[in-house]
């Protein structure tokens, strides 16, 4: 049998190397436009940044490597323009003599991934954009021009994960950076209380967050704005967001959905059954609906180019839907998401209950702790756990991918409450941040609390409902919500004749709220804390 793969990065390598380990005596051949295979894509802004010195790190193997271990006939600069399904055959053009042959298959695996979405607008030939090492080479000979003149500017068109890194990537090494964002927020994958998190620390870098906004003109040395704005732009790079390179496909005749995405099985299979695809090109499950999803990121990439494999190899496998986890390192903060955010289940219909926390990152009395902020979105009818997301200092990663495997599990909200977690000082807290998580869901669960969210907060208090700030009077020097009386929980019970009937508590971060909620509830009042405290307020 004869496997022939379109792509040699994450997904079409990984099927490459995992049918070889399957089938000693599989024909193998793999055809990448580019002119190299198995790179490092995720870490080409930090060789723009200077983390990574080494060029040659970012090639993690070369056609001849891998020929040698895996006897897989790689070609590279080999451009499949055509498929013949019918003769089932191939088209390739050579990208460096424009030669074209054609090549058999039994077997078709696609591996495309996706291209950078460049804007329509006058000068854009001038973004740079960073997808493969060619344009990293470009883009870091294009800085350490910049960097050379007069004007160290960059401007980049786009706030997720790709434009963030390169932003702190390109601060490090000595420009001005704007990042420019159409939504009202950088950082899609989470809400927008945890989101300006994220743009704080940015802006307490030096870099310009300008949300609500789009690049409309680049010229020489500058950029426009639809807003009238020009900003200097000595560099300017468009990292917008990412389109499927499904154009061979459809010209194909194979089926795509209306984004472009390619649509395939559960084994990974096309339209055309002798016809696999795979990576960011795909269109995956959606974990919590099972609905189509895009979602390009390497993990599903590099295990369906792995799951391919098997299913060719005739072994009983069938792909998983998608969290779409996701993590940025942005000057030792960290961010990072998994399932959905609120607003998507807002959206959807949901009815959902939310959590915020705050906590260290291991206990408050070991030394260099670092404050995490923590959100659970929860349906509100099964305690399923719709998404989590975390900003802040080390361990932000690990509670993610605590909760991204419950989810997994089919673990409860509820349930994050009786997780085994490891434990020591320097690393945790015994009721660790995501045990914390459980246990309010678990009130929320029981009725034992009922609670407010801050975007809440503002029409209870027009419709006249009493807001009690419980700190301590010292506290209130942080910052009080307007409209609040000051009665510190400790004095609740001698003071309870001046709270009304329903009532509104809240704190710093929501656990002395709660602990108010408690005592005025079993006085016979509607009590309601705000959740995730004056913390999670004062963000907005």
């Not at 010229?219 to 807003?227: F, G, I, K, R």
């Not at 602990?515 to 705000?530: C, D, E, N, P, T």
Request: net charge negative; aromatic share 4%.
């Amino acid at each position: 049998m004869r496997t022939l793969i379109v792509g040699g990065v994450a997904g079409g390598m990984s099927a490459a190397t995992r049918l070889r380990r399957m089938d000693e005596n599989a024909e193998i051949l793999v055809l990448e436009r580019s002119a190299h295979v198995s790179f490092a894509n995720c870490g080409l802004p930090y060789f723009v940044g200077g983390v990574i010195t080494r060029r040659e790190s970012l090639l993690l193997e070369t056609p001849e490597s891998i020929n040698r271990r895996f006897k897989a006939d790689v070609r590279v600069n080999s451009e499949v323009v055509a498929i013949d399904r019918a003769a089932k055959t191939v088209t390739v053009r050579e990208v460096l003599t424009g030669n074209e042959y054609t090549e058999t298959y039994d077997n078709l695996i696609l591996a495309p991934g996706a291209a950078p979405f460049i804007p329509p607008i006058p000068g854009v030939e001038r973004a740079l954009t960073l997808r493969n090492v060619a344009d990293t080479d470009t883009m870091a000979a294009k800085v350490a021009e910049v960097l050379a003149g007069d004007n160290k500017t960059a401007v980049i068109m786009g706030g997720g994960f790709i434009g963030l890194e390169l932003a702190e990537n390109l601060v490090e090494r000595g420009l001005h950076v704007s990042v420019v964002e159409l939504a009202d927020q950088i950082m899609a994958p989470l809400d927008v209380e945890m989101a300006i998190r994220v743009q704080w620390e940015l802006e307490g870098r030096g870099v310009e967050v300008i949300t609500g906004a789009s690049v409309t003109e680049i010229a020489e040395t500058t950029v426009t704005l639809s807003d009238g704005r020009t900003l200097p732009a000595g560099l300017v790079i468009a990292a917008i967001g990412v389109r499927p390179e499904s154009g061979l496909a459809a010209a194909a005749g194979l089926e795509v959905n209306e984004r472009g995405g390619i649509v395939v099985d559960e084994f990974q299979r096309t339209s055309d059954p002798s016809i696999f695809a795979v990576g960011d090109a795909v269109v995956k499950r959606d974990a919590i609906t099972g609905d189509p999803a895009m979602v390009p990121l390497a993990g599903p990439a590099n295990r369906h180019g792995r799951l391919v494999a098997d299913v060719i190899a005739g072994r009983p496998v069938s792909s998983n839907t998608v969290l779409g986890t996701a993590i940025v390192g942005l000057f030792g903060m960290q961010a990072a998401a998994t399932g959905w955010t609120e607003k998507r289940a807002v959206a959807a219909g949901r009815k959902i209950r939310v959590v915020h926390t705050h906590p260290d990152n291991h206990a408050g009395y070991y030394p260099g702790g670092e404050e995490m902020h923590l959100k659970l979105v929860i349906d509100a009818e099964t305690d399923a756990i719709l998404g989590a997301q975390g900003v802040g200092g080390n361990g932000v990663d690990k509670r993610i991918d605590v909760i991204a495997t419950a989810m997994r599990g089919g673990l409860t909200a509820s349930d994050l409450a009786d997780l085994e977690l490891s434990y020591a000082p320097p690393f945790s807290s015994a009721k660790d941040p995501v045990n914390m998580l459980g246990f309010q869901a678990e009130n929320l669960r029981d009725g034992l609390v009922e609670s407010v969210q801050w975007h809440e907060l503002p029409a209870l208090l027009d419709a006249g409902v009493q807001v009690i700030d419980v700190r301590t009077a010292l506290e209130l020097e942080r910052g009080m919500i307007e409209g609040a009386i000051n009665v510190p929980v400790d004095e609740l019970r001698d003071r309870i004749d001046e709270i009304a009937d329903d009532v509104i508590l809240y704190c710093w971060s929501g656990t002395r709220s709660y602990v108010g909620a408690r005592i005025l509830m079993q006085s016979g009042r509607r009590v309601r804390h705000l959740d995730g405290g004056y913390r999670t307020w004062a963000a907005i």
